[in-house]
C-alpha cells in the first residue's frame, strides 16, 4: 500500500485496508466499517483476559525492538493503588520510516481505539499520543478523531457506558529523534529535556510521573481491535516462517526503487519479492546495490543477503541485520555507500543528546573522519580508527543512539571496504553519477 496506492495482490492489508478512503477517517465511517467492537468488547472483560488473547496472537512492537505487546503489558499490575499511564510513541523519527503517519492519516480512530484498549488492559485510565510536531495533518485528525470520540461518549469517564474511565490526549513534540526512545520521550512529556533515562528503574516500574507505564508503538496498539474482533489464532495464522514472527507488518520503502511507499505484508514474506515484484524493482537503468532493511539504525545488507531474506524478526537477525522498524532504503548502483553512510553519521551527530560522552564525542569523530574519506583526503589509518570508535560507541551509553551510528558505519565499512580504499586511493569519486536511461 503506497502513498496510497492499489494494495498489491501479494498484500495483506489489515492496518492498511482503508488507507486513501476518505470515509474511514470520520467517526460514522469507521463505525461503519466495525470500528469500536473491539473496544465495546473490551470493556466487558477482565484485563487479565485481554493481555492474555495479545500474548497468544504473538503480537510484537512494530517501532523497532520487537518485545512481545502481550508480555510487556503483563509486567504493569492493576491494582495496585497507583495510577497507571499508556504511552503511544508516534513520533516516527527514524530515517526512512513513514508508516506510522499514514495510520493517523487515513484510519486515526484505528489509534484511538487501540490505545483506549490497551489502557483499559494495563490498568490506566490516561493514554497519550506523543506526535511528531511536524506531523501537522496527523496532529490534526488525531485531534479531530479524539473530539468525535469524546462527543460520542466513547471516550471520557463512562467509556461507551461501561462506567469505567478512559482519557486519551494528543501531546506534540518538537522534533528531536532522540524523543522516540521511550525514557527520553517521558521526559518531554513531563516538560523536561528530551535526554533517556537510566535504566532501571524501567517505565512498568518507575515511568510517566514516576508511575507504571508501558509505551507501545503506532502499529502495534493500531493491531490490537483486529486482534480482538478476529482472535489470536487468526493474528497467529499470518506467518510465512518463525512461529515467534506474527501477523500483518507495514513496510515503508524509500530511495532506488521504481515504486516506493509503504506495503503490508505477511510476516515472513521473501524479501527479494518484496524488492522486485511488490515494489517494482530498481529504477530503469540501474540494479540494486544495497539495502538498509530497518530504518537507519540497523546494519546494511547486500543484495545476496537482501535477497536470501525471509521478512521477519528471525529472518533478518539470520541474514545479519535487524527488522528494526520497518523502514526499507534501498541503494543503487550509482550511489557511493561511503558518501550515504557519512550522511548518517551526520544525522546521529546533529541528533546525539550529547548526554553520554561516548556518543556526543563518538558521533562527531565518526563524522569529520567520514567526511575526510569522501572529501579524498583520508587514510588507511583511518578505517582502523573508525573501527575503533565503534568499539568504543557500543553498549556503553545511557540509550542506542552511539549504537546505532556506529552499527551503521562498520556495516557500511565491513561490507563495501573497497569503496572507502578506492576513495582513500584516489581511485574512486564519491560524486553519483547520472542515470543511465
Keep these: 500500500m503506497g502513498y496510497p496506492h492499489k494494495s498489491h495482490p501479494r498484500e495483506t492489508p489489515v492496518l492498511s485496508k482503508h488507507f486513501g478512503d476518505p470515509d474511514a477517517i470520520s ?20 484485563p487479565s483476559a485481554i493481555v492474555d488473547i495479545v500474548k497468544a496472537s504473538g503480537l510484537r512492537g512494530r517501532g523497532g525492538a520487537g518485545f512481545p505487546t502481550g508480555v510487556k503489558w503483563s509486567f504493569m499490575r492493576p491494582g495496585d493503588g497507583k495510577p497507571h499511564y499508556l504511552c503511544c ?12 503517519r499514514e495510520i493517523m492519516r487515513w484510519t486515526p480512530h484505528a489509534l484511538v481505539e487501540g490505545c483506549a484498549v490497551g489502557a483499559y488492559a494495563i490498568g490506566a485510565e490516561t493514554a497519550y499520543i506523543y506526535i511528531r510536531g511536524e506531523f501537522t495533518e496527523p496532529i490534526q485528525r488525531m485531534e479531530a478523531a479524539l473530539k468525535e ?26 522534533g528531536a529523534y532522540i524523543c522516540g526512545e521511550e ?25 510517566l510521573f514516576a508511575q507504571p507505564t508501558t509505551i507501545n508503538n503506532v502499529e502495534t496498539l493500531a493491531a490490537v481491535p483486529h486482534i480482538l474482533n478476529n482472535g489470536a489464532e487468526w493474528y497467529k495464522a499470518m506467518c510465512l516462517s518463525s ?25 515472513g514474506f521473501p524479501f527479494k ?19 538498509i532493511p530497518g530504518g537507519c539504525s540497523v546494519p546494511i545488507q547486500t543484495m545476496a543477503e537482501a535477497e536470501a531474506t525471509l521478512m521477519d524478526y528471525e529472518g533478518f537477525v539470520a541474514q545479519g541485520t535487524m527488522l528494526g522498524s520497518g523502514g526499507v532504503i534501498v541503494f543503487d548502483d ?5 558518501r550515504q553512510m557519512a550522511r548518517l553519521a551526520r544525522f546521529y551527530a546533529h541528533e546525539s543528546c550529547a548526554q553520554c560522552t561516548q556518543c556526543r564525542e563518538g558521533t562527531a569523530w565518526t563524522t569529520k573522519i567520514m567526511e575526510r574519506i569522501v572529501a579524498g583526503q583520508g587514510t588507511f589509518e583511518d578505517l582502523d580508527t573508525l573501527l575503533e570508535l565503534a568499539d568504543n560507541m557500543t553498549g556503553k551509553t545511557i540509550c542506542v543512539l552511539s549504537d546505532s551510528c556506529a ?6 565499512l565491513q561490507k563495501f571496504r573497497h569503496e572507502f580504499e578506492a576513495l582513500i586511493t584516489g581511485k574512486r569519486s564519491s560524486t553519483v553519477p547520472m542515470a543511465v536511461a
Excluded at 525514557?183 to 515511568?207: C, D, W
Excluded at 522486485?276 to 524493482?281: F, M, N, P, S, V
Design 27 to 46: 467517526l460514522d465511517g469507521w463505525r461503519k466499517r466495525g470500528g469500536y467492537k473491539a473496544l465495546e468488547q473490551a470493556l466487558n472483560m477482565e
Design 149 to 174: 470520540a469524546y462527543a460520542a461518549g466513547i471516550l471520557g469517564k463512562n467509556a461507551m457506558g461501561s462506567g469505567k474511565r478512559v482519557d486519551v490526549y494528543v501531546h506534540k513534540g518538537a
Design 273 to 291: 519479492d518484496f524488492l522486485y515484484d511488490l515494489c517494482g524493482g530498481p529504477t530503469p537503468g540501474r540494479k540494486f546495490k544495497a539495502v
Design 407 to 412: 552499527t551503521v558505519v562498520t556495516s557500511g
Design 334 to 338: 550509482a550511489q557511493s555507500i561511503p
Design 183 to 207: 525514557t527520553a520521550l517521558m521526559n518531554s512529556l513531563e516538560g523536561k529535556r528530551g535526554n533517556p533515562r537510566i535504566k532501571p528503574p524501567f517505565p512498568a516500574v518507575s515511568g
Design 89 to 100: 510513541n508516534a513520533d516516527e523519527s527514524e530515517p526512512g520510516t513513514f508508516k506510522d
Design 243 to 267: 512461529p515467534k514472527s506474527t501477523g500483518s507488518k507495514l513496510f515503508s520503502v524509500c530511495g532506488n526503487i521504481s515504486k516506493p511507499g509503504n506495503y503490508e505484508i505477511t510476516m
